[in-house]
């Protein structure tokens, strides 16, 4: 019998455990740039993890979901998603829609006005996430890019992810992009 999942806030001692479970989750996945696991943790160095949650199952974090500032977009508070990652053996267990649907909740109820990510559309709809190109940053594929508006909120412009996503030269990384999304 499976285990309940319970889904918290990151707290001190995740870091390594969500560094080493977003790597195994992104390992050898054709639409993975293999740095998800460096951007977590560069956001996190940026103080741009505005919320971070995980998904404990007897006592060992099995799962993760960041949201980070987005730029752009118009007035007001918009947040990017991803990366997201499930421990291999439990993807497809419901753990990533629950981590989704938390944080989804949470940052709506933080005032946020809407949501972005680079993903696929497949799995992202069912979030009420829509393909929309013309908010899409120059250097991301516009027809994965989605957004999820709260309330009446809409977007003027396009948008772009925290640099983090793409690489500080200051902390050693090669400044490659990084898929947003994590589907």
Not at 77 to 96: E, F, K, M, T
Not at 114 to 140: D, K, M, S, W
Not at 167 to 181: A, F, H, L, N, V
Request: proline share 8%.
């Amino acid at each position: 019998m499976t285990q309940p999942v319970e889904i918290r806030p990151e707290q001190a001692g995740d870091e390594r455990p969500i560094h080493d479970l977003t790597e195994a989750a992104f390992r050898g996945m054709p639409y993975a740039d293999g740095d998800e696991q460096e951007v977590v943790d560069r956001l996190r160095s940026a103080g741009a993890l505005q919320l971070s949650l995980v998904a404990v199952q007897e006592g060992e974090v099995v799962g993760h979901v960041a949201f980070s500032p987005a730029e752009g977009g118009g007035p007001g508070s918009w947040l990017a998603l991803g990366p997201v990652s499930v421990r291999p053996d439990l993807q497809r267990a419901g753990i990533g829609s629950a981590l989704i649907e938390r944080g989804l909740a949470e940052i709506r109820k933080q005032g946020a006005l809407g949501c972005i990510l680079t993903g696929n559309p497949a799995y992202y709809r069912r979030f009420g996430f829509e393909v929309t190109p013309q908010h899409a940053p120059a250097n991301e594929p516009s027809e994965f890019f989605m957004l999820r508006c709260f309330g009446n909120a809409r977007p003027t412009g396009a948008f772009a992810f925290h640099p983090a996503f793409y690489g500080d030269p200051s902390e050693g990384s090669e400044g490659s992009q990084s898929s947003k999304g994590g589907r």
